[in-house]
DNA sequence: CTGAAAGCGCTTACAG
DNA sequence: CTGAAAGCGCTTACAG
């Protein structure tokens, strides 16, 4: 009895799988791994053989030997954020379909803790990081993760270079905005969007040019990307303010209605609204929000495949994607709705 | 030149440390975890040679040594649901500051999806488990994870043995449907919570028992935990139906009010809406959401200090914490607005 | 504190 | 396919 090592306390090595299969140990670790150098019968016999043991792939010691962990460190600017959430999920996915793990943090927008996990993502030895920078990150910081070896992708936030997958967020601002005007509007305002980022900018951008296209001037109500606040901003808002808002994202918009809502005043009839995300919610709101739509899921998947072919072949160039918006068109733009008659103006003034 | 090796092409180790530092090895491996057993100002000589020499620790070395990773492994049964989006930002903040470090997946429910994730962490070797399971997960996976030696505590879902952390589910919707009573009503109805778990169960056997011992028969309206789906639901009621609804959560009853709203019915004035979670945007919703409050950060604080206990003690008995939780009565339950006369009656009939 | 050594469980490279 | 060997970068244990 002594010295027989008890099957149910010592985990199986991949030479106790060879010995059971009775082949080499080296062949074992070919057949594990499902290497089509080996014969069809072996292969089966090696992975029969494991199930015997209840083998368990130790890839703490692959990764030691190769350098290459199926590890990939995912960096969230804030999670809570609905639409951000979703694209977690669509990255998570795609990645996991890849034969990843990924390591995710929270940076909640402090560019300090989005350093301390980076470094901690680096002792992990991670293969690749997928990050929504936090505001105010430098973009220097896509030189340092280059000298620490690191393939980086940035994803819906970015910098003017690096791989990146994002929406076309002036493009996006743009259609909405056109759309609006469409319908007569003329004092259109864009809310939310205070963060310097290059969300922030970008949907900015698309709106005032819009706007100035048409000989209007832009005008910018800022306030943090937060439901509640926004709500707030809105309320103080009377019959003389804008008639129509083009918010920074769904979340914001949400907030733009409940506060309408909280004044008295009805969204999609009193203020045309506009969002841009097309989260979940948007479709089953009351009234149903008209948004600019990017699905967070091709985001995911755009950004995973950058990332995976950039570990692949590490020096060649970053490609960036950006992708496509539709316009969902629901009612509350007001499209469909009647505008009180006094404050609408014919479009060729 | 030849033979003396790049720094910025390989990587320090230890033994380059502890060279540089003019100390032994073992001593520079000591130094760089900060062990008491050093004198100080060794450990800042190791720690500032280390610094000089860009020296990275690698903890996959670390791991297959020592076998802890410093790592966990999060399942979270829906990341787009708000409520565990903020109870993973939890969790995470909580390992963070612990110094490990998250890896996550979101299991979409799927119990296929859940067993393929905790395999892979397995192999990762994850030092323990921390998750909501999905819907339709057997108890039996615990002694799965006991069998592998893999510490686990669930977190808001959970069974009726193993470490656990979560809100009295019971008592929150007790207290919902007791503060609705006193308001006067009688035809109160519990909207959602159709999926078959340890937290829908909670929830409704408090509002029932609730229902029962004031002499009323419980009503189930079973919808998905789906803002569009409870919205539906709702815009079909009549004013024949419940004159208030205990929701499932908060994401339940915001569909609740937005169907309300689609039917032309005052949400909080026509009908009484209580929710459960109290997430950021309760506050802001118009009108303001009357809910049950369990902070998602405590939760996750809560199950992580459970976890890290066991991954310290393994043979310790499972520890189970039940937040107490607390009703916040704002406007949607309709408290200080005044309630059609004909449908109101009489506490006591 | 030092120093020499073994070992965690893989992968890699190579001669047969 | 086999077999023997080296090595990834740590930790651990121990004699001094």
């Known amino acids: 009895m002594a010295g027989i090592p008890n099957p149910a306390t010592k985990r199986a090595r991949i030479a106790d799988v060879a010995l059971e299969a009775g082949v080499a140990r080296s062949t074992a670790a070919l057949a594990l791994r499902d290497s089509p150098r080996l014969r069809v019968e072996t292969r089966l016999a090696v992975q029969q053989a494991a199930e015997r043991l209840g ?15 199926y590890v990939i460190g995912m960096l969230v600017c804030e999670i809570t954020n609905p639409f951000y959430a979703e694209l977690t999920a669509g990255v998570q996915a795609a990645l996991e379909s890849a034969g990843y793990a990924v390591l995710l943090a929270n940076t909640a927008e402090s560019p300090v803790r989005q350093r301390r996990m980076l470094e901690r993502f680096r002792e992990q030895s991670v293969d690749g990081i997928i990050m929504m920078p936090a505001t105010g990150t430098p973009a220097s910081l896509l030189d340092e993760l280059d000298e620490w070896g690191l393939p980086c992708v940035t994803v819906v936030r970015g910098f003017r270079r690096g791989a990146h997958a994002g929406p076309d967020n002036a493009t996006g601002t743009r259609l909405a905005t056109e759309h609006l005007l469409r319908l007569g509007h003329r004092d259109i305002a864009f809310l939310g969007g205070a963060a310097r980022n290059s969300v922030s900018s970008g949907r900015w951008e698309g709106y005032a040019r819009a706007m100035t296209a048409s000989g209007l001037m832009p005008l910018h109500l800022p306030c943090r990307t937060d439901m509640g ?8 808002l009377t019959s003389a303010g804008p008639t129509a808002l083009v918010c920074f ?18 969204p999609g009839r009193d203020v045309a609204l506009t969002g841009f995300d097309d989260i979940r919610e948007a479709s089953s709101w009351f009234p149903p929000l008209t948004t600019v739509r990017v699905a967070a899921v091709d985001i995911g998947i755009a950004g995973a495949r950058i990332l995976l ?13 950006t992708l496509a918006p539709t316009l969902m068109v629901r009612a509350s733009c007001g499209a469909g709705l009647r505008l009180p008659a006094a404050r609408r103006k014919a479009r060729t003034t």
């Open 55 to 69: 083998y368990v792939y130790n890839r703490s010691a692959a990764r030691l030997r190769s350098g290459r962990s």
């Open 229 to 236: 606040e926004a709500s707030d901003f809105v309320a103080t």
């Open 249 to 266: 994202n769904d979340s914001v918009a949400f907030g733009a209605s409940l506060g309408l809502l909280r004044a008295g005043r009805q």
């Open 309 to 321: 072919d950039r570990i692949q072949d590490p020096s060649a160039p970053a490609r960036r994607e």
